[in-house]
């Protein structure tokens, strides 16, 4: 009881504080700050960045998946990264070993302070069926039943990052996606959509970036 006596007193003292605080204020301005984010790994220190091949496991057109991964990551870095960013040479990426071969990436640019961005793309697709019943507009008392396609793609994403000058591995992250369409897109727009997301994810976690966020600032 004495306990709780004590934390009500603490809470009104709190509120009267609270009370003289804003009084003492001639003028409150919400105004917008630029902030930056702090990444889980910052790229900016480095000179230049090499984007490898991916390891592509999928029903889809894997050349498809591939041209899509390279021109989106490029892309995307060349917004945010004013330095040099280019696509290495083409690699064999037939099984997982390579991933874990040091000297592989180490001799893979030979150029100090430079970063190798690799990884794995699965995406498995799936394609059903379902009865869907339709109007023939939106007031109309008649319905049909249409047999409707539908299309899953259940995709990870992993992305390595590798020291090009020690080979070794200082980032790697996972993203994992799920699309639903029953609108009848071709597989190449899912993919696009699908590795812009992914990507996009993947950059915040490399790049700091800025960001609008509404604060009040008081005046005295």
């Known amino acids: 009881m004495v306990k709780s006596i004590k934390n009500l007193a603490g809470f009104s003292l709190i509120f009267l504080l609270m009370i003289v605080f804003f009084s003492g204020?001639?003028?409150?301005?919400?105004q917008r700050v630029i902030v930056r984010s702090k990444p889980a790994f910052n790229i900016e220190r480095f000179d230049s960045i090499?984007?490898?091949g991916f390891k592509i496991n999928t029903k889809i057109d894997n050349t498809v998946v591939n041209r899509e991964i390279l021109k989106t990551l490029k892309e995307e870095l060349l917004i945010y990264y004013k330095k040099s960013v280019k696509?290495?040479?083409?690699?064999?990426?037939?099984?997982?070993?390579?991933?874990?071969?040091?000297?592989?990436w180490r001799e893979y640019v030979k150029e100090e302070n430079s970063i190798i961005i690799t990884g794995k793309i699965n995406i498995n697709k799936?394609?059903?069926?379902?009865?869907?019943t339709?109007?023939?507009?939106?007031?109309?008392?008649k319905?049909?039943?249409?047999?409707?396609?539908?299309?899953f793609l259940n995709s990870e994403i992993i992305f390595y990052v590798y020291s090009g000058e020690t080979g070794k591995r200082v980032y790697q992250y996972k993203f994992?996606?799920?699309i639903t369409d029953d609108s009848g897109e071709a597989d190449s727009v899912l993919v696009s959509r699908l590795i812009s997301i992914g990507v996009d994810r993947f950059i915040n976690r490399i790049i700091p970036r800025e960001h609008i966020v509404?604060?009040?600032?008081?005046?005295?």
């Open 25 to 30: 204020c001639s003028e409150t301005k919400l």
């Open 87 to 104: 696509v290495g040479e083409r690699i064999n990426v037939r099984n997982d070993k390579i991933f874990d071969d040091q000297f592989f």
């Open 176 to 178: 994992n996606y799920k």
């Open 143 to 151: 319905s049909k039943n249409i047999l409707q396609s539908l299309k």
């Open 50 to 52: 090499y984007i490898a």
């Open 126 to 132: 799936e394609t059903r069926s379902r009865i869907k």
């Open 134 to 141: 339709v109007r023939s507009t939106p007031l109309s008392l």
């Open 214 to 220: 509404y604060r009040y600032f008081f005046n005295y």
